[in-house]
């Protein structure tokens, strides 16, 4: 009686709210083939990356949530399809990464490696596609999984979120 319910795989897609059309394609890409895979896409709401993620989610019937850092939902950009209001400006990063079960990040500047950092901080598998490059401390192991196209950003996510449920 205590079954849990399956429920979809949800997966953060991070990056720069400025994207140039080659992290535009790739943020698309990555938020449509999340959507054919049945995962729910969370996302800043707003430009860049996070309008080109929810656009491919838009295109494949998916659903996207956008965490916006204001209190007015009609700043989201128009293919997410639940626009979160927080009001709690760059601090809602926590909320787009500590909802997921994994972390795309793409691209990007120090918005999104703040999200990096709390998700990794958050136990949460990061696939850095194109981004920034770390390691732990001691420079021996890399803190995120390199993904070298779209497809396996998102199979390499899919994977750490499923294993979450």
């Not at 491919?56 to 979160?84: E, H, K, T």
Request: hydrophobic fraction near 45%; glycine fraction near 16%; charge should be neutral.
């Amino acid at each position: 009686m205590n079954e849990k319910p399956r429920r979809p795989a949800r997966v953060a897609v991070v990056g720069p709210g400025e994207a140039g059309p080659e992290l535009a394609r790739q943020a698309e890409e990555v938020g449509r083939l999340l959507a054919e895979r049945g995962a729910i896409v969370l996302c800043g709401g707003l430009g860049g990356c996070m309008e080109a993620a929810a656009r491919g989610v838009r295109q494949a019937g998916g659903l996207c949530l956008g965490f916006l850092p204001g209190y007015d939902a009609d700043d989201a950009n128009s293919a997410v399809d639940v626009p979160l209001p927080t009001g709690l400006g760059e601090a809602r990063n926590v909320l787009v990464v500590a909802g997921a079960g994994a972390v795309i990040a793409i691209g990007g500047g120090a918005g999104t490696l703040s999200e990096i950092a709390f998700a990794l901080k958050l136990g949460r598998r990061v696939v850095a596609l194109g981004t920034w490059s770390l390691c732990d401390p001691d420079g021996r192991r890399p803190a995120l999984v390199a993904a070298r196209d779209p497809a396996e950003a998102v199979r390499l996510a899919l994977e750490a979120a499923l294993a979450r449920r």
